[in-house]
């Protein structure tokens, strides 16, 4: 089965990824956030043809604890954050690592 690319944000976050053809998305504006991201990221997470999820970083503050978590320890679909400034924004490479255990990118000595 083909899974897809959902992305989950803001009009302005999710526009770029429409532009290169990401079919799935949900636009939520910056001043729901915290009504509507949860139902938003919940529906995602329940799509059986979604294999990646992509959220900017900062957006993870807005949910709630439980979906966070659910979000975050998801396996399929994995969880990939892009932007954000904080100590909780890890590099792609990491992501990877975490969401297949082991490291791609590793050079052997």
């Known amino acids: 089965m083909s899974q897809e690319i959902a992305v989950v944000g803001s009009p302005e976050f999710t526009t770029g990824f429409r532009l290169a053809g990401v079919r799935k998305f949900e ?26 999820i992509v959220m900017h970083t900062d957006d993870l503050d807005h949910l709630s604890r439980g979906t966070r978590e659910a979000v975050e320890g998801s396996i399929e ?20 690592k975490r969401a297949i255990g082991i490291d791609l990118m590793e050079e052997d000595d």
């Open 77 to 96: 679909p994995v969880l990939v954050t892009l932007g954000g400034s904080g100590a909780g924004s890890g590099g792609l490479r990491d992501q990877i």
């Open 27 to 52: 636009n939520i504006p910056d001043d729901e956030k915290d009504e509507r991201l949860d139902d938003a990221v919940e529906r995602t997470l329940d799509d059986e043809g979604t294999g990646i």
